[in-house]
């Protein structure tokens, strides 16, 4: 027997001739059965996912290819929700390269990474396509479990959000404010005194003596925390103006503006002059009547013919 050679195939070659990453058993077909991806497509995969929220890593699956000569996207799914996208430009493609594939949803901290092996087979059938779980059921094992942690900590300030803050924080301390780590506790305190020389105080208002506080309205002072409450009712509604308060009558305010009592009025106005139309008729309806009830009295009273009017 001849003495061969045994050569090792690498990994991406395997897969380009076989389903991985998609399962044994997917058909990786569309939902229509009339396209079916190419094994030399997509080669490989890894989508890092959070324990506490992926409770069958096997319903995890490819869900939408969009194929155009420009390049292509792919939509990751669970339980018919999409949970990442990836996205490739045709121009700078080579074999074998490696793309992003960016969370969503509750999967939007979970970034993974799929690789095209060949585009050329896969532009032959350029278009959109959407698969089922059947057909784009992944390996469970290129799903990589992943305990959840801190990511990024945002700034909230009323309703506006900073922009997402990545790597090392640092806490700084603004006016007045002190942070005191604990390493016991491994914790942050933050502290809130005034008067401590963390800052200078504010001297914006002068001499408070120029500018007197109000101390009551109508006789009624403030509660123990300085608060004084204005509240309305059915038709009275108060609102906050620069330095005051707004009070509306919400219950006479015309429902109709100008435009609309104009046409209310020359519409009164029509009716007006058709009821005068009807009472001049209505008056000579009786003149007539009256005339008809003479000339057939005096018929019945005499000889004489009655008139026609």
């Known amino acids: 027997m001849p003495v061969g050679k045994v050569w090792n195939i690498e990994w991406l070659n395997q897969n380009a001739q076989r389903n991985y990453p998609f399962s044994e058993v997917a058909t990786v077909k569309d939902v229509t059965g009339s396209v079916r991806l190419p094994d030399d497509f997509i080669v490989d995969l890894l989508w890092p996912v959070h324990a506490g929220i992926v409770s069958d890593p096997g319903l995890i699956y490819i869900g939408s290819v969009d194929i155009f000569s420009s390049g292509a996207t792919i939509g990751l799914y669970y339980n018919d929700e999409l949970i990442g996208t990836a996205a490739l430009d045709a121009s700078s493609f080579t074999e ?19 690789t095209i092996g060949n585009l050329e087979s896969a532009q032959r059938f350029a278009g959109s396509y959407i698969f089922d779980l059947n057909g784009g059921r992944l390996e469970e094992t290129v799903v990589r479990p992943d305990l959840r942690g801190v990511t990024a900590l945002y700034a909230v300030s009323g309703n506006a ?20 780590p604990d390493i016991e506790t491994n914790s942050i305190i933050v502290n809130a005194i005034e008067g401590e020389g963390l800052s200078e105080p504010c001297d914006c208002l002068g001499d408070t003596e120029d500018l007197p506080c109000i101390t009551t309205i109508n006789g009624q002072g403030p509660n123990e925390n300085g608060d004084f409450t204005i509240s309305g009712d059915d038709c009275l509604t108060p609102s906050s103006v620069a ?3 707004a009070i509306s009558d919400d219950c006479s305010k015309p429902c109709c503006g100008c435009e609309e009592l104009k046409v ?8 007006n002059r058709e009821i005068m139309s009807v009472r001049e008729f209505a008056a000579q309806l009786s003149s007539r009547i009256s005339e008809i009830e003479s000339n057939l009295i005096a018929s019945r009273l005499t000889d004489i013919a009655c008139e026609t009017p």
């Open 96 to 114: 074998n390269s490696s793309y992003s594939i960016f969370g969503a949803g509750n999967f939007e901290d979970s970034i993974g990474k799929i």
């Open 264 to 271: 209310l009025v020359d519409t009164l106005k029509n009716i």
């Open 161 to 180: 959000t900073s922009q997402a803050l990545y790597g090392d924080i640092n806490l700084v301390s603004g006016a007045n404010i002190r942070l005191v």
């Open 243 to 245: 330095n005051g308060i």
